[in-house]
């Protein structure tokens, strides 16, 4: 099958690579895997919002995960793979296979910019011109299905995009207890079952709702005699922090060290589970992040159970993964099941109670709602992670969501498919993206991902490459080896290509102007090399730059103001 690649150096930046390259922690070739199976597979894809890359017990957190760490010891675990930091492209991306500047998703639709409304590929909603994994793969005779948090617009909705059955948050945030939204502007949010609005059940909690509604799914997909896709797209552990009072509990004096320590620990887990190098060395706390002693015994308590809340959303949401693997196993399919598993971005360091950012959703927040330490994560609170504890969750990776930084866009990927032989439990360094899910998915279920006509509409040419030579082991790596992807959100850049980096803040974090970093030896983004390695830098920015024009990307102006009069989440 011919591979539509996603972006193309010059021959000159092989080269450069070629020399400048560590040969550190390289990703070792895998060994042939059995043959295919007979039948076409299952497939369920998974999606964790805003879960940190180091809260996974996987990468050795406090944190119980032990389904998800059973999928990767089941499986291959990408510990080099990277998305948008923010939900909608990455969603965008993720199911389209597209690159998210072309998907509607150029931005996030809460912030547009003057200069990008109306552009293609800004309209603030997934487009035409791009087709859903569910439009391909009902195409091809599968049944479809979705669970859980759309918020790619109410002008595109699941019921629309391919999917015969739908259980679907709309908007992109809300309480896990109830229909509560997230602003005076946006009171309660939209639950759409196949496009009808629904009215949800007393009882409702986010995480366990979902994973019913998507087991009800599978057993009428089961029933029509066809194989099934199913998109479970978790709001956990996004705010509110809201858990069950049981899963609060387990962490209930977990906590109490504080952020600085905690962050110490996630960081000497990762190096202990072979993510980061030993002799990789935290980074400096963020400048806004206080010292955890100068907080006052009851702010350390309450911040502390802040911390539980978040796990025990965290511990919840794997809690209900494993309901949803122990019901394939009771219907005989588990091993024929592909299973994806992977997070939209890194970890929401902003808390609309304390930052003077959004006064609008302050305001709600403190007149609909009680956040003392009693109600905490209870249905009657609605508290945010903040950025401390974000900081720790991104451990060594510098900031953490909205942002181009390791922090925000290095998230886990896992991948299981026993059938055919992915299954051994082995972590790879190789660089891959969001684009390549998708056509990594199509060509396991022997679907052509090079169509480009449905429905009278001619759709973009998907811009990943598939995985599955590479977890199959008949290649050595998923990209060619000086191959690359940009990345742009706001007006911040970077472009990887292998274990190099160049990356661009926009004030207050940078400057504006470019820097070179080894993702190996330098994961926090600490040291530039940009003056030790010229010719390296000049072919990445010029690569960049080359990706620009391909995705046909619209950077708003330097005083861009994310938060300005501007409503969104």
């Not at 366990?208 to 199913?230: C, H, L, N, R, T």
């Not at 299973?339 to 003077?356: K, L, M, R, W």
């Not at 940009?486 to 007006?491: N, P, R, S, V």
Request: aromatic share 10%; hydrophobic share 35%.
């Amino acid at each position: 099958m011919q591979i539509i690649q996603l972006h193309k150096t010059v021959v000159a930046l092989a080269g450069v690579l070629a020399i400048a390259a560590t040969s550190v922690n390289a990703a070792p070739s895998p060994e042939p895997k059995k043959s295919e199976p007979s039948e076409r597979p299952n497939i369920i894809v998974i999606v964790a919002d805003d879960l940190a890359f180091s809260d996974l017990s996987a990468f050795g957190s406090e944190i119980s995960t032990p389904n998800l760490a059973a999928i990767a010891e089941g499986g291959v675990t990408h510990t080099h793979f990277y998305t948008s930091p923010m939900c909608s492209p990455s969603r965008a991306m993720l199911l389209t296979g597209v690159e998210q500047h072309k998907t509607g998703y150029g931005t996030m639709a809460e912030f547009l910019d003057d200069v990008q409304v109306g552009q293609p590929g800004y309209e603030g909603y997934l487009n035409n011109r791009v087709a859903t994994l569910a439009e391909r793969l009902k195409d091809a005779g599968y049944a479809t299905a979705m669970s859980g948090k759309w918020h790619l617009g109410e002008q595109s909705l699941p019921s629309n995009r391919g999917f015969d059955r739908s259980f679907a948050l709309v908007e992109g945030a809300g309480s896990h207890f109830d229909d509560s939204g997230y602003a005076d502007f946006k009171e309660t949010v939209t639950y759409l079952r196949d496009g009808k609005a629904v009215k949800l059940p007393e009882d409702f909690y986010s995480s366990d709702f979902y994973v019913s509604e998507m087991i009800e799914q599978i057993d009428a997909s089961i029933g029509e005699g066809k194989p099934f896709f199913g998109y479970l797209a978790f709001t956990a552990p996004h705010w509110p922090l809201h858990a069950p009072a049981e899963s609060i509990a387990k962490y209930e004096d977990v906590y109490a060290g504080g952020w600085e320590v905690l962050r110490r620990q996630r960081h000497q887990a990762l190096q202990r589970s072979g993510v980061i190098s030993q002799d990789v060395a935290l980074p400096p706390s963020h400048r806004k992040v206080p010292d955890w002693e100068s907080l006052s015994d009851e702010e350390k308590k309450y911040q502390s159970k802040l911390m539980s809340v978040y796990a025990g959303m965290v511990d919840r949401l794997d809690w209900n993964v494993g309901r949803l693997m122990s019901h394939l196993e009771s219907k005989g399919i588990k091993d024929n099941t592909i299973i994806v598993f992977t997070s939209d971005n890194g970890p929401e360091a902003i808390d609309f109670t304390t930052d003077p950012i959004f006064p609008p959703a302050t305001d709600w927040v403190a007149a609909n709602f009680d956040n003392s330490y009693e109600k905490l994560g209870g249905p009657e609170s609605y508290p945010f992670y903040g950025r401390p504890w974000a900081q720790a969750g991104a451990a060594t990776h510098r900031l953490y969501k909205t942002f181009v930084t390791q922090g925000g866009t290095h998230v886990p990927l896992i991948i299981s498919w026993p059938a055919a032989g992915i299954d051994d439990g082995r972590k790879t360094r190789t660089f891959s993206t969001m684009v390549d899910v998708a056509p990594t998915l199509l060509e396991m279920a022997g679907v052509d991902s090079q169509k480009t006509q449905f429905d009278d509409r001619t759709v973009e040419p998907i811009s990943g490459l598939s995985m599955l030579p590479y977890l199959t082991g008949k290649a050595d790596s998923i990209y060619p080896p000086m191959e690359g992807q940009g990345f742009e959100l706001f007006g911040n850049r970077a472009f990887i290509s292998g274990d190099w980096k160049i990356l661009s803040l926009r004030p207050p974090e940078g400057d504006g102007s470019w820097t070179l970093h080894n993702l190996i030896k330098d994961p926090g983004e600490t040291t530039d090399l940009s003056e030790e390695k010229p010719e390296l830098m000049r072919q990445m920015v010029a690569s960049y730059e080359d990706y620009v024009k391909k995705n046909r990307v619209i950077a708003p102006p330097d005083k861009f103001e994310m938060f300005g009069d501007r409503k969104g989440h």
